[in-house]
């Protein structure tokens, strides 16, 4: 039994970050809906941070990034 809920995001977007800096990337970015509280701990967690939010017909969408270098 997991009990950890943001253990599998921030897993992932860990190697998302570990495979950009393989691969030569000096930044990474990512959106999330501003309610998925979760997800945006798991990337400021990682290091990411948030640039600005914008909003469309389904709320705000927050846009982070971070230097993978």
Do not use: K
Request: proline fraction near 1%; avoid cysteine; charged fraction near 30%.
């Amino acid at each position: 039994m997991f009990q950890d809920s943001e253990g599998f995001g921030r897993e992932a977007a860990g190697a998302v970050v570990a495979a950009a800096s393989r691969a030569g990337f000096e930044q990474v970015w990512a959106t999330v809906r501003e309610w998925n509280e979760a997800s945006l701990r798991a990337l400021e967690a990682l290091g990411f941070e948030r640039e600005r939010v914008e909003g469309d017909e389904r709320g705000p969408l927050v846009f982070l990034s971070r230097s993978v270098r």
